[in-house]
Structures are given as structure tokens and as C-alpha cells.
């Protein structure tokens, strides 16, 4: 059974450094895309970046450029997304999901249950 | 990037009614590189449709896609209950991938 188990709620204050994780199982960790959302409180879904754990080639969203940083173990199966400062706004739910290898950027056919960031003074 | 956009914002139906939900983008989107998932509240999304038309695993046949280039549609034929719920259509043929905006679905 695919799964993806993502690390749990966190609290954090503005300026503080942040990285949350994403192990998948059930599958071959390496041939799949793993892929971030965010999803604002009340709001729609974000793309945000993914990562290929084979070759840990990385594509992100000109939106999240620079403001995280996504990369993945995969001797462990696990792959992280990881803030150097936090900020008010990055307060959300942080999904994971897996991708297909299909074309330039895939689809998402499994998600983890998502991680509650709050950022908060 | 590819800018989706999803009409209507809010659809009201009742159990047994037929959905229509459109997602139009603002450039071709290449080979019908579109997906559609469903999301319920304190839930992850789920993936329903994939390559515009292909029904993901274990996904209802009630629950069709169709469309290509710019303009696509899910339809849900005979609404049931868990059915009501808020709708993305997400592209992955350009990078970055993009989702539209939702509509939600909600009982009349």
C-alpha cells in the first residue's frame, strides 16, 4: 500500500527556521516525483515545488524561488521542506504528494495527510 | 505559467442532479495535461481524473473529464452525497504546474 506519512503540527515564531518531512513507503522511492502544496487557511491549492529523489533534480515555483527549500533523503525514503526564516504569511497546510514520472511536471496521484504550519509572534 | 481558471466559483445541486465544472487555461496545455481532484474538508485532495479523461484508480464511473487545448470539464453524473465537496483542476504539462482556484459544490 502507497503511503505518505508527513511529520506533524508545528509552531513557530517570524525569523525561526522550519523543516517538515514527507517518508514515503509502498513504493520505490526513487522513481516518482515528490511534490509540495500549500493550501492557505480557507484557500485553494499551491504548487510549490517538487523533487525527483533519484537524481534530486528540483523545479519550484517562481512564487515559492527562494523562499524554501525542498530536498530529499532517499536512503530513508524522505523528503523535506525546509523555511531559513518564517514569516506571518507562511502560516498554512503543507501537503506532500507523490508524481508520476509523465512529462516536464506531474500529476498527483498519492498525498500525505499535510503538516499545519502556524507562524505566529 | 499556465493561469487556470475554474467557473462557477459555487455550484448548488441536489443529490442526483448532473455537475458540470469547467476549468479553462490561459494557454494550450500541452497533450491534455490535465488532472482533476476532489477535496472534502480536513481532508487531503484526491486525484480523480489525469490526462484530461483517464479516471484515477478506484474513482466512480459517474465521474467523466473531457476537454482539450484550453477548455476542460468534469462531470459528475447523478450526484450522491459525498460527492459535494471543492473541486481543482491542476495542469502538469508546463512548469511549474498550476491549479485553478476550485469550485465548490455544495447541496442545494
Known amino acids: 500500500e502507497v503511503q505518505l506519512v508527513q511529520s506533524g503540527a508545528e509552531v513557530k515564531k517570524p525569523g525561526e527556521s522550519l523543516k517538515i518531512s514527507c517518508q514515503g513507503s509502498?513504493?520505490?522511492?526513487?522513481?516518482?516525483?515528490i511534490g509540495w502544496v500549500r493550501q492557505m487557511p480557507g484557500k485553494g491549492l499551491e504548487w510549490v515545488g517538487i523533487i525527483y529523489p533519484g537524481d534530486s533534480d528540483t523545479i519550484y515555483s517562481p512564487s515559492f524561488q527562494g523562499q524554501v527549500t525542498i530536498s530529499a533523503d532517499k536512503s530513508i525514503s524522505t523528503a523535506f521542506l525546509q523555511w531559513s526564516s518564517l514569516k506571518a504569511s507562511d502560516t498554512a497546510m503543507y501537503y506532500c504528494a507523490r508524481g508520476p514520472l509523465t512529462t516536464v511536471t506531474p500529476y498527483f496521484d498519492y498525498w500525505g495527510q499535510g503538516t499545519l504550519v502556524t507562524v505566529s509572534s | 505559467e499556465i493561469v487556470l481558471t475554474q467557473s462557477p466559483g459555487t455550484l448548488s445541486l441536489s443529490p442526483g442532479d448532473r455537475a458540470t465544472l469547467s476549468c479553462r487555461a490561459s494557454q494550450s496545455v500541452t497533450s491534455n495535461y490535465l488532472a482533476w481532484y476532489k477535496q472534502k474538508p480536513g481532508q487531503a485532495p484526491r486525484l480523480l481524473i489525469y490526462g484530461a479523461s483517464s479516471r484515477a484508480t478506484g474513482i466512480p464511473d459517474r465521474f467523466s473529464g473531457s476537454g482539450s487545448g484550453t477548455d476542460f470539464t468534469l462531470t459528475i453524473s447523478g450526484l450522491e452525497p459525498e460527492d459535494f465537496a471543492v473541486y481543482y483542476c491542476q495542469q502538469y504539462g508546463s512548469s511549474p504546474g498550476t491549479f485553478g482556484q476550485g469550485t465548490k459544490l455544495e447541496i442545494k
Open positions: 509502498g513504493y520505490s522511492f526513487t522513481i516518482y516525483w
